[in-house]
């Protein structure tokens, strides 16, 4: 099937982008690497007057280093980051979830800023920046505004983003030196969105002790503080996490309980080394 009929520009800069975008009572809509939106214009799930193509803008595309950040651009595609072209302030974490990301022809092209937009509970991105509590960077007419990730997902599909606003990057705290964590996905097979997710990131010089389960119905769930996690690493403990967060279907239980004793037996692992 192909899209109807739309206007395509190419913003050449995050003020163009804006000004694009208010088309007045034409839909206008963003886009970043369109692997999401184009397959959703493909069979008429979304129909839009104008797409704005945000992949090209420089300021988009690029990175920086703070003392206790890397800020990262939206447009920075998957494969950019799966590649180590970015700063390695997780100490692998990014470059490990993008690497799992689809395939490299998706991954060539869909963006950081393109998936959390996007927000699919699914989305590997989405998990990942609940567990590192990542600040999202909004643009609109009314200036810039920080988001923390918890607020800017609101729901499956759902986020804080406004119609006449742009996500412009995303800032993804330095981990220390001492700092360990897990990434752990349930995919029927290599390339596809994953079935359940569990992530965990440990850090007792900083007093960080997190686990999220993602892939639900809604957005990730996160789980804080160490006595949390060392009842997760108790069957009673992850069944409870289970219950809390409504998953009733025993297949579903069963993944992701044992997503989340993996991960949290992997970060025992490297400590117990
Ligand atoms: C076959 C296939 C398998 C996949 N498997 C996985 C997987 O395993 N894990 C995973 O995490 N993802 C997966 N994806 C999704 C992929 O990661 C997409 O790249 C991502 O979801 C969307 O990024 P994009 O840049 O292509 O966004 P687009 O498709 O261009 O846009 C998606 C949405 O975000 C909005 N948007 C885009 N950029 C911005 C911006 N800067 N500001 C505001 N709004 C914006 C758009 O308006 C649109 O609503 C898969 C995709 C495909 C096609």
Same mark, same amino acid.
């Given at each position: 099937?192909?899209?109807?009929?739309?206007?395509?520009?190419?913003?050449?800069?995050?003020?163009?982008?804006?000004?694009?975008?208010?088309?007045?009572?034409?839909?206008?809509?963003?886009?970043?690497?369109?692997?999401?939106?184009?397959?959703?214009?493909?069979?008429?799930?979304?129909?839009?007057?104008?797409?704005?193509?945000?992949?090209?803008?420089?300021?988009?595309?690029?990175?920086?280093?703070?003392?206790?950040?890397?800020?990262?651009?939206?447009?920075?595609?998957?494969?950019?980051?799966? !590649?180590? /072209? $970015?700063?390695?302030?997780?100490?692998?974490?990014?470059?490990?979830? #993008? @690497?799992?990301?689809? %395939? =490299?022809? +998706?991954?060539?092209?869909?963006?950081?800023?393109?998936?959390?937009?996007?927000?699919?509970?699914?989305?590997?991105?989405?998990?990942?920046?609940?567990?590192?509590?990542?600040?999202?960077?909004?643009?609109?007419?009314?200036?810039?505004?920080?988001?923390?990730?918890?607020?800017?997902?609101?729901?499956?599909?759902?986020?804080?983003?406004? !119609?006449? /606003? $742009?996500?412009?990057?995303?800032?993804?705290?330095?981990?220390?030196? #001492? @700092?360990?964590?897990? %990434? =752990?996905? +349930?995919?029927?097979?290599?390339?596809?969105?994953?079935?359940?997710?569990?992530?965990?990131?440990?850090?007792?010089?900083?007093?960080?002790?997190?686990?999220?389960?993602?892939?639900?119905?809604?957005?990730?769930?996160?789980?804080?503080?160490?006595?949390?996690?060392?009842?997760?690493?108790?069957?009673?403990?992850?069944?409870?996490?289970? !219950?809390?967060?409504?998953?009733?279907?025993?297949?579903?239980?069963?993944?992701?309980?044992?997503?989340?004793?993996?991960?949290?037996?992997?970060?025992?692992?490297?400590?117990?080394?």
């Amino acid at each position: 099937m192909k899209p109807a009929p739309f206007e395509y520009c190419r913003a050449g800069s995050t003020a163009q982008a804006a000004t694009l975008l208010r088309a007045g009572d034409l839909l206008a809509k963003v886009c970043g690497g369109s692997q999401s939106l184009a397959p959703m214009l493909n069979l008429r799930l979304v129909q839009v007057d104008r797409l704005v193509d945000v992949s090209g803008i420089e300021s988009l595309r690029g990175f920086a280093l703070t003392d206790h950040a890397l800020r990262i651009g939206a447009a920075v595609t998957h494969a950019r980051i799966e !590649d180590g /072209e $970015l700063p390695d302030v997780t100490r692998g974490l990014l470059p490990h979830v #993008a @690497a799992g990301i689809a %395939y =490299r022809a +998706v991954r060539n092209r869909g963006t950081l800023g393109g998936s959390l937009a996007h927000a699919d509970p699914a989305a590997d991105w989405v998990s990942t920046m609940c567990l590192l509590g990542a600040t999202m960077l909004l643009a609109g007419p009314e200036g810039e505004r920080r988001v923390a990730v918890g607020d800017f997902l609101q729901g499956p599909f759902t986020t804080a983003l406004r !119609d006449d /606003e $742009l996500l412009v990057a995303v800032e993804v705290p330095r981990l220390s030196a #001492a @700092a360990r964590w897990s %990434y =752990r996905k +349930v995919c029927r097979k290599p390339g596809e969105f994953a079935e359940a997710i569990a992530a965990v990131w440990v850090d007792p010089g900083q007093g960080i002790a997190r686990a999220v389960m993602g892939s639900l119905d809604g957005v990730p769930q996160l789980a804080d503080g160490e006595d949390t996690l060392a009842a997760l690493k108790t069957a009673p403990g992850r069944a409870r996490w289970l !219950d809390d967060a409504g998953i009733e279907d025993a297949y579903e239980r069963e993944m992701h309980a044992e997503m989340l004793r993996r991960a949290l037996q992997d970060v025992n692992d490297v400590s117990a080394a």
